[in-house]
């Protein structure tokens, strides 16, 4: 859709026409913005490139590491408590100093 749309199309024209032509079996059709219509894609030597997908992937999954490889979390203030609601005493700061 963004194709056509971006080419000036009639994006719903062409893609009914490429829905139409995926469901009779040619599963290389695609979008020929030379012809304003659908084309085969393999004899136009258009291919998606792997190299953009793996790329994603390989992005995707990095962000994703990254979000849960945090060292900080947000926690729930109720989570500090202890069960029996004994006043739970400050952190320090640090090095064995009190408050």
């Not at 291919?47 to 060292?71: C, F, G, H, M, Q």
Request: hydrophobic share 35%.
């Amino acid at each position: 859709r963004q194709l056509c749309e971006n080419a000036g199309f009639d994006a719903t024209n062409v893609l009914n026409k490429l829905r139409q032509s995926h469901a009779n079996g040619d599963i290389w059709s695609g979008v020929d913005i030379n012809k304003e219509d659908i084309a085969d894609n393999f004899k136009a030597c258009v291919w998606e490139p792997v190299l953009v997908k793996s790329n994603a992937i390989i992005a995707a999954s990095e962000a994703a590491r990254t979000i849960l490889s945090v060292d900080e979390t947000i926690r729930n203030a109720r989570s500090t408590v202890p069960e029996d609601n004994r006043p739970v005493k400050p952190p320090g700061m640090g090095r064995g100093r009190p408050y």
